[in-house]
């Protein structure tokens, strides 16, 4: 059995699945710890698998993203001028991994007390290879700071400093919201994981300290939901929302992915679910015609607006309160235009995939499936429980973990995700990739991962050349990335 919860833009979904599925949705309103009483009351949530779904967090801070001040304060050692970006430190971590020049206290301390921003990036060059410094800064950070405000950038797990840099910014602006969730969701399981914005689920910990990688997760939980319930291959998911209505592209049984995403202008390393919005949904206000606004909830669910759900209701549906809607309807023929009108809208949308099936998810999902197959000329598939398919796809989807391993062969060394460890020093490739996968898939296990889960390893980035002293080889260094691909627990097939 597994829990999964999707706090989207309007409603929060959960589901629970196991030989059958079971799903509920409450306005966000109603807050998140209403979802997991009603869950309680269902089945013991401290004895279950619960995964949270969450876009929230970094969809705030987008809204505000320069209003919420980080300091910002780098470690980029000799040569790179990094002023423009943040408070440059003394101190160097060179390539191999080796501290050259310690950080200066003082400095750091200075740094922090003439700063007035509401949280901290640390974010050193070669800090992937050895963090220590990153650490030393953010030990003195905590004497003014909360640990939910200060975010390091060796926990981003790649080598790219500016691309780090940016990530880490990111990531401080976010943290203490995810933080305060995973205390709301603690106090209910004992056993919980994250959702990310490329399919997965990661342990609490990970998200806490790189909770960019939550960005996008809703149209992640759409897709992999969709695919689980439908079995499609080649699809457009289109998942209408009270706010909006989303659209992820799914090949070969998995949703397109989109890297290095850009947020407020600057390049990250942030790797999720291509997906594309229009800014209409079942709460979008009509007036004289549809309007890409939101005042609350529809009017047949107590709302005291006139909305696409109401239109529906007087063009002869039966959603919520349904003669309340029709009994503040303007006019027909005005519902109809926005029922149409917002069909239309959802047509064009897809026209650039005329070669893919169309699987509609959402709570009006059936109301609205037969005005686009009457505009579009195709067939949609409407999947059982589609009004909480996101929740689906969280609750069925696996672990999928991420590995930075360094390898210092002449050293002996190893660095796996920040953390330094000696090693044999065999210095053959093949032997170094594998090395890492085995590493990834024991961590993954030890977080609860079925052994059938971390089997399908991707290696992302390889990297490996001679170190030389003399002109004379002394061995190899390598940079390995690996990643459990996201997927459908076994569990679950």
Do not use: W
């Not at 490996?464 to 076994?490: F, T």
């Amino acid at each position: 059995m597994a829990v999964g919860i999707d706090i989207g833009g309007t409603n929060t979904d959960a589901a629970i699945v196991e030989e059958e599925v079971m799903t509920f949705k409450l306005p966000n309103e109603a807050g998140i710890e209403a979802v997991l009483k009603t869950l309680s009351s269902e089945v013991d949530l401290r004895e279950e698998k619960v995964i949270v779904s969450t876009s929230l967090p970094l969809n705030t801070v987008l809204s505000r993203f320069h209003e919420v001040s980080t300091l910002v304060l780098l470690i980029p050692g000799p040569g790179l001028n990094y002023r423009q970006v943040g408070f440059c430190l003394k101190g160097f971590v060179n390539h191999r991994g080796d501290v050259v020049e310690d950080i200066d206290e003082t400095e750091v301390v200075d740094a922090l007390r003439n700063s007035n921003n509401d949280n901290v990036a640390i974010a050193g060059k070669f800090s992937i290879r050895n963090p220590i410094l990153e650490e030393k800064v953010r030990k003195i950070a905590l004497r003014k700071f909360k640990d939910s405000k200060i975010c390091l950038s060796y926990h981003c797990l790649a080598v790219n400093y500016p691309l780090r840099i940016n990530t880490t910014i990111v990531n401080a602006k976010i943290k203490e919201s995810v933080s305060e969730l995973e205390k709301i969701v603690g106090k209910y399981s004992n056993y919980f994981f994250f959702y990310k914005g490329d399919g997965g689920i990661i342990p609490i910990e990970i998200a806490i300290q790189n909770p960019s990688l939550l960005y996008n997760s809703s149209p992640a939980a759409v897709a992999m939901g969709a695919i689980y319930l439908t079995n499609v291959e080649n699809a457009v998911v289109v998942d209408i929302g009270g706010t909006t209505t989303d659209f992820v592209v799914v090949r070969n049984g998995k949703p397109a992915i989109v890297e290095n995403l850009s947020v407020a202008g600057m390049k990250t390393l942030i790797r999720c679910v291509d997906s594309f919005s229009i800014p209409f949904g079942g709460d979008s206000i009509v007036d004289s015609f549809i309007k890409p606004e939101r005042k609350g909830v529809s009017a047949a669910f107590g709302g005291n607006h006139f909305t696409l759900t109401d239109s529906l209701n007087c063009c002869g549906c039966e959603i919520g309160n349904f003669t309340r809607s029709r009994d503040i309807c303007r006019s027909r023929d005005i519902a109809e235009k926005a029922v149409r009108d917002y069909s239309s809208m959802v047509v064009n949308a897809l026209n650039n995939y005329k070669n893919l099936k169309i699987v509609l998810t959402g709570y009006l999902a059936e109301f609205l499936a037969p005005y686009i197959e009457e505009i579009s000329g195709r067939k949609c598939i409407v999947p059982e429980h589609s009004e909480a398919v996101n929740a689906v796809g969280v609750a069925v989807s696996r672990v999928s973990m991420t590995l930075y391993a360094r390898f210092d062969t002449a050293k002996k060394r190893a660095v796996f995700n920040g953390v330094v460890e000696e090693y044999d020093g065999r210095d053959d490739d093949d032997y170094l990739i594998e090395l890492a996968k085995d590493r990834v898939t024991e961590m993954a296990i030890s977080h609860g991962a079925m052994e059938e889960d971390v089997k399908d390893v991707r290696v992302v980035y390889f990297n490996s050349y001679n170190a030389v002293r003399g002109g004379v080889v002394i061995g190899r260094i390598a940079d390995v990335v690996v990643q459990i691909e996201p997927g459908i627990s076994v569990e679950f097939r």
